[in-house]
């Protein structure tokens, strides 16, 4: 080997030596500046990482801790994040394509060093006492650094199947908290797992009160009684697929006496379904998002949605009846064990998405709003907060340990990892 490529060599590698050191001291000088300890969460792009993060966030803040977020730059949490009144610092992250095997690909693997470099100056920025990481890639850099770091890794999964990214974060972890059951199944070391519960946002249960139902739709235009009201949600950025299945639906739900329709198009769709069959028709409202959910699913009597964890989290906290189609395009078939949350509890029914490709959408819906609307009725009960039916169909679906708070129990689980 050339004396001057060992001398380079060697130069860098006591350069970076010298840079984690500078790090990992930066991280500890500036922990013990903080009045308060600091809880750092890492995770974006999605709704089902985000919302669950903002209800712990909001849980943590109550007790006197102060809370931090380390988000993608293009994902939701750069409107949902501030909104909360949380800090947002901005990360660098990569993603692999398919085919794995490709010029992208490799390209990412050479960025992702940078982006774990990246996140390391944020963390030695803010100096957390416990880094939470949510899933998604996203998550990913600032998790690899604090592990490098030796600040403590407390993982969420808010799915009922544990994602890619938890699994292969997990080994790094010193918990990793399930908001059911059954994700441990995909875990590697089941004595690091804890069921605390889905994270539903605090405003969003208030929601679930009768009268405040009755001022959710008084406030968005619809009568407070009589008349149906169906809800369609396509995910946080919207689904084109939804979204063009409802559009062909459209015409024959028009034809169910009292139904009005809300419809989360999504920005980007907003203005290409809005001008389509819904302008023709005064009962369908299109929307490009919905900021405050939680009254809005209240007020709803159905709600046609994906199965995002956040999505089915809410929907199982108000009991509101669901026709879920869960996308075949998320990995590890995470949205259908969703679904399966909310069928076993009675509150949902469940179409995979082939069979709206053969049938359409319209068939499902209007089975149930039927006139006599007993079916949504039983669907209601069946899915009432605390009920006793909802209770055994969890145990049933193995989801034991479920509780009726989840950023309470995640709270006391990620404090106890904060040490003086």
């Not at 660098?92 to 470099?117: D, E, G, H, T, W």
């Not at 179409?351 to 609307?373: C, K, N, R």
């Amino acid at each position: 080997m050339p004396v001057h490529f060992q001398k380079a060599a060697l130069g860098a590698c006591v350069t970076a030596a010298a840079v984690y050191t500078a790090t990992f001291t930066a991280v500890r000088v500036r922990r013990c500046q903080h009045a308060r300890p600091v809880v750092a969460f890492s995770g974006g792009g999605a709704g089902s990482h985000v919302f669950p993060a903002v209800a712990i966030a909001e849980e943590l803040r109550k007790r006197a801790l102060e809370v931090v977020f380390l988000g993608d730059s293009r994902g939701l949490e750069v409107h949902v994040v501030p909104q909360s009144g949380f800090r947002l610092y901005c990360i660098s992250s990569v993603s692999l394509q398919r085919p794995i095997k490709s010029v992208a690909n490799a390209l990412s693997v050479l960025r992702f060093p940078l982006c774990v470099a990246h996140s390391a100056c944020i963390l030695a920025q803010t100096g957390p006492a416990v880094v939470v990481g949510m899933g998604g890639k996203v998550s990913v850099p600032a998790c690899v650094a604090a592990a490098a770091l030796g600040i403590p890794l407390v993982l969420y999964e808010p799915n009922a199947k544990a994602g890619a990214v938890t699994q292969a974060l997990h080994v790094l972890a010193r918990q990793t908290l399930l908001a059911y059951g059954s994700a441990a199944a995909d875990l590697r070391y089941k004595d690091r797992c804890l069921v605390v519960g889905p994270a539903v946002r605090s405003d969003v249960l208030k929601s679930a009160e009768v009268r405040r139902r009755r001022e959710a739709r008084e406030a968005l235009g619809f009568p407070s009684r009589g008349g149906r009201l169906l809800l369609v949600l396509g995910g946080s950025r919207g689904c084109g697929y939804l979204n063009c299945a409802v559009n062909n639906a459209l015409p024959q739900l028009a034809t169910v006496p009292g139904l009005q329709i809300l419809w989360q198009t999504g920005a980007k769709q907003y203005v290409s379904y809005s001008a389509g069959h819904a302008a023709s028709l005064s009962s369908v409202r299109c929307v490009p998002f919905i900021h405050d959910m939680g009254p809005v699913v209240a007020a709803s009597d159905l709600v046609l949605s994906r199965a995002g964890a956040s999505t089915v989290a809410e929907l199982a906290a108000l009991g509101t009846p669901a026709l879920l189609v869960p996308s075949p395009a998320v990995s590890e078939e995470q949205q259908a064990a969703n679904a399966r949350v909310l069928a076993d509890r009675g509150q949902a029914e469940v179409v995979p998405q082939v069979e709206v490709d053969e049938g359409g959408l319209a068939p499902h819906l209007l089975q149930l709003l039927a006139p006599d609307g007993k079916r949504l009725a039983a669907m209601r009960v069946q899915g009432g907060v605390g009920s006793s039916a909802s209770s055994s169909a969890l145990e049933r679906g193995g989801n034991g340990g479920v509780t009726a708070n989840g950023p309470v129990c995640a709270h006391i689980a990620i404090t106890q990892h904060i040490h003086p």
